[in-house]
């Protein structure tokens, strides 16, 4: 009954934390309306790339038109849910030198919850746009049947897939309480994944393929989910399973991360003199 009423109790501050995330945007209409028009056109201008090199070269380590842009929007819907709801953890450093984790530790919330669901992103749900329409558009390019089942399967992989990109998220932001730094992850962090997640990791070196998927798993955040759905290649088993391991993985990283967030705490000097 206590973690019932306690899971209950986060529940309505996060629902509480996004009213007003989206009170601030009807404050300042002009900087959603921005965002709105920015973000679309970067990802469809990365698509459009991706759709003139295979009409001048065909097809990608086997993956035609339809299919990239099934793993493309895929990827970019998982991107803006993390962008959503973990893109603190690319300035964790300010916060550290910052001393804002102060406020955190005086409350009677876990400190990586306040973190991260206090200040919600609702401008990330500008990246689900574009990364809905590409899915959708290659979804028909290679007539991809819609059923109860594949719908359910891709809400478990996204799910995963954004545990994942969260957990990397807190992996790195978390060593700013060691270097004291104020390194901004960001841009670096979102190449990795640009460049892992939108493509297939079929095309790399298999010792580069072995990393990204046993050692950092970003292949399984788009790569290994879509090639089971879309039956490419030596798929390691059937869409369900698949979903469901990404789910697992992506659980996995999140508590790693949660652990080691945990440990990095215990080095944090607040803001004191």
């Known amino acids: 009954m206590r973690v019932f009423k306690t899971i209950s ?37 990365g698509f459009a790339t ?14 035609n038109y339809g299919q990239l842009a099934v793993l493309y929007g895929l990827s970019v819907i998982s991107h803006a849910l993390s962008m959503i709801f973990f893109v603190q953890g ?22 990586l919850y306040q973190f991260f669901f206090t200040q919600i992103n609702v401008f990330g749900i500008t990246d689900l746009i574009p990364g809905i329409c590409v899915f959708i558009y290659g979804c028909y390019k290679i007539h991809f049947t819609v059923n109860i089942m594949n719908v359910l399967c891709i809400i478990i992989m996204l ?30 962090t979102q190449e990795i ?34 090639s089971s759905m879309l039956s490419i290649g030596d798929s390691v088993s059937g869409f369900p399973q698949v979903a469901g391991i990404t789910l697992i993985v992506g659980m996995v990283v999140m508590t790693i991360a949660g652990i080691f ?4 705490l215990r080095s944090y000097e607040s803001a004191g003199n």
């Open 159 to 188: 799910a995963g897939a954004t545990l994942i990109r969260g957990g990397v998220y807190i992996l790195l932001g978390t060593s700013s309480f060691f270097t004291r730094s104020a390194n901004d992850f960001g841009q670096y």
């Open 90 to 111: 690319w300035f964790m450093g300010m916060y550290v030198i910052e001393g804002e984790f102060d406020r955190y530790l005086t409350r009677p919330l876990s400190v």
């Open 9 to 45: 109790h986060y529940l309505r501050v996060t629902l509480a934390c996004v009213k007003m995330a989206f009170l601030i945007i009807v404050e300042y209409p002009s900087s959603i309306i921005g965002w709105l028009i920015s973000n679309p056109i970067q990802f469809i201008v």
């Open 50 to 63: 991706i759709q003139f090199v295979v009409e001048q070269f065909g097809e990608i380590n086997g993956w």
């Open 193 to 226: 994944f640009d460049k892992t997640t939108m493509y297939p990791i079929s095309m790399y070196p298999e010792s580069l393929q072995f990393i990204l998927t046993y050692i950092i798993p970003i292949g399984w955040v788009s790569f290994y989910p879509v």
């Open 261 to 264: 967030f945990k440990y990095g």
